[in-house]
């Protein structure tokens, strides 16, 4: 790839999580949204990365939050799970424009738990294409990188390189071309890197899927930049075994990045252990809570 940009200041602004923020009156959902607006030089834009399970919830928190939907620029979905692209549907008459949502090619396939019993994890109703077209969104589908603004990078497809992260995090199933029922290998987890002026990578993911140290290593790789401000994300460990909660913080630690914020899917006991790792360097984010990471 070709050297990524920079912007000078981005501001986060945690719009759908498992639980708000304490003494206020937004919504807490089982999912997540992360409303983003970004800065270069004399322009700036509004994105949302992810929507969450369900349009009620994040209307209602930006109605709370001050934060004008007919403003968006674009939408990214981190991968095709129905608590992070549930609300597509219910929002974008609300942006009221014509919007692209950056995704990978394979964000409709089937995907769906077995266990304890069949539940549909993928878009479906609503959230079908056409109907989705028809209200406004159109879809920027690739499995590569790509940089919708400058120093803002999605990652496409993460190489699968760091043995104790197991695929996915989720027992989930899809069928293939013949009809058979195989393992999602979910592929489509895409994570975005945000380069600000004198800070390094900002890294959000959604579910972390690909494996938060793969994700990381193929951030420092793609970009070139060196330093990681921070991580925001899922990292889903909630089910994961101990030693590999262990060997991840301990990654983590060697990858230095200058905070971090677990989300979401991450779990109480692995997020009390990157909390004791990491000391002054952890974040508590819940939906309400802005993160601004300047580098003016």
């Not at 406004?136 to 499995?143: I, L, M, P, W």
């Not at 009390?272 to 508590?284: K, V």
């Amino acid at each position: 790839m070709e050297e990524i940009g920079q912007v000078d200041r981005v501001e986060i602004t945690c719009l759908i999580e498992n639980s708000p923020r304490y003494d206020s009156y937004l919504m807490g959902c089982f999912g997540l949204s992360l409303w983003l607006k970004v800065w270069s030089g004399s322009r700036n834009w509004t994105l949302l990365f992810d929507v969450g399970p369900v349009a009620e919830a994040l209307i209602h928190n930006a109605r709370l939050l001050r934060l004008d939907l007919t403003t968006v620029d674009m939408i990214v979905l981190s991968h095709n799970h129905f608590d992070h692209t549930g609300a597509l549907a219910g929002i974008l008459p609300h942006i009221g424009h014509e919007v692209p949502i950056f995704c990978h090619p394979d964000i409709f396939r089937d995907s769906f738990v077995l266990k304890p019993e069949f539940m549909n994890y993928a878009l479906v109703g609503e959230n079908r294409k056409e109907r989705l077209e028809d209200l406004g969104g159109y879809f920027v589908a690739t499995r590569s990188p790509i940089e919708p603004l400058p120093g803002f990078l999605l990652s496409g497809e993460v190489p699968r390189c760091t043995p104790f992260e197991e695929t996915g995090g989720i027992s989930c199933f899809t069928t293939n071309a013949e009809g058979d029922l195989v393992p999602d290998p979910l592929l489509d987890d895409c994570s975005a890197f945000i380069n600000v002026k004198n800070r390094g990578l900002v890294v959000l993911s959604g579910c972390s899927h690909a494996g938060p140290i793969n994700i990381l290593k193929h951030a420092l790789k793609i970009t070139g930049v060196r330093e990681i401000d921070g991580v925001l994300a899922g990292f889903h460990l909630v089910e994961a075994p101990e030693e590999r909660v262990r060997l991840t913080v301990e990654a983590l630690q060697k990858l230095e990045p200058g905070w971090i914020a677990p989300l979401h899917c991450t779990g109480l006991l692995p997020t009390a252990r990157m909390a004791a790792a990491f000391g002054e360097r952890f974040r508590e984010v819940h939906a309400g809570d802005v993160l601004t990471i300047s580098g003016e």
